[in-house]
Every structure is written in structure tokens, then in C-alpha cells.
């Protein structure tokens, strides 16, 4: 399994190219646009990120000042605005209460920050794994429906897999490399938005050859 997922790995890196993931000028930003982009493009995130930024609110202490119903205003632009809202604000109070540093809470035990993250309500575990990956630096591997769609067409996973066993696929027979986990994730999903769609268009897919 170690070889098939690092051919799979070289094949996307070599058609790719690095993919320099994840938009964010700081971790916080980083967290707060892995909320935001739960069922939606990142171009929207973006809309809602600049937004929070013309505010001047785009930190712990003033997201939180803002009323609830100012701070949906502003994530329009990202969809769900007012559940978003509800989950960010989860989110920052969680961290609020954890001592309000997110790089000092993230680099806390890997295992039980992620534990921790889980808890909050309206975060699923690929949000969590983006924020603990690409906010924090930390070697957890990000799934999404891109990464199923891939690995059940290429026979490495049933399609009633779960995402912690499709995660443990990776984590259990990849180096333990932040930049490993970066890098295949977002070649993942550059694959998935090309080629690997509901209906798929394998032709000039790089991983065609490896079908099945």
C-alpha cells in the first residue's frame, strides 16, 4: 500500500507541481477559512475573509466582540452564513477558554488537541484536520470527497469506508511529513476538481494508467 500511495503521490506531483496550500497570510486566518469553506469554493471564503479584514475584526477578541448576527453579515459572502457564524464563534470561544494563542494550542499533543477540536460543535474531522495541518503544522492527514472518489475508483478503499479509516490509510503507511500530508492533500484535490468528478474524465487524468 506504501508504494501505491506514493506513486499515486509522484505521478501528481509530477503533472501538478507543488500547490503551495493553504491560502492564509496567518494561522488564524488559516483556522478561520477551514470553518469557512465547509460546502462552498474558496473564492467565497475569500469574499468573507476580505470582509472580516476591511472590518478590522479579523482576530481572536474582536470576532468575538461582534454580535452575532454582524458577524454572519460579514460570511455572507461564504454560504450558510448564519450556521457558519454559529460555528465560528464555537470555534473562537474554544479557544478562548484553551488561553486564546491558537499556535501555542496547536502545538499542544497532537492526539489530544485533535480530540479537543472534535468536541467542538459544528467541526467535523476534515475541518479539524485542515486547521491542525495547515494552521498549525502538525502531520494529520486531510479527506474529503475528492480523496474517497479517488480512492475507491483506484480499489484502496470500500466505498462504505469511514473518513477515520481513510485517514488511517495514509497515516498508517506514510512518513510521519507535515510537508508530505500538505502537498498530497491539495494535488488530491487539484486531481478531483480536473478529472475526478461525480463523472469522471480520466483522459489525461496522470492516474489513469493506475485504474483498475
Sequence with gaps: MREQLLDIYQRLYAAFGPQYWWPGSTPFEVAVGAVLTQNTAWRNVERAIDNLKEAGCLELEP???????RLAAL???AGYFNVKARRLRNLLVHLRDHGGDLSAYLAGDLL?????????N????????SILLYAGNRPTFVCDAYTRRLLTRHGLID???TYEEMRALFMDHLPEDV???NEFHALIV???YHYCKPL???EGCPLAPLLP
Excluded: F, I, K
Design 63 to 69: 470576532l468575538l466582540a461582534l454580535p452575532e448576527a
Design 75 to 77: 460570511l455572507r459572502p
Design 112 to 120: 489530544s488537541r485533535r480530540a479537543d477540536l472534535l468536541t467542538v
Design 122 to 129: 459544528g467541526l467535523g474531522p476534515e475541518t479539524v484536520d
Design 159 to 161: 466505498e462504505r469506508a
Design 179 to 181: 510537508v508530505l500530508y
Design 190 to 192: 487539484r486531481t478531483g
Design 200 to 202: 469522471p474524465r480520466c
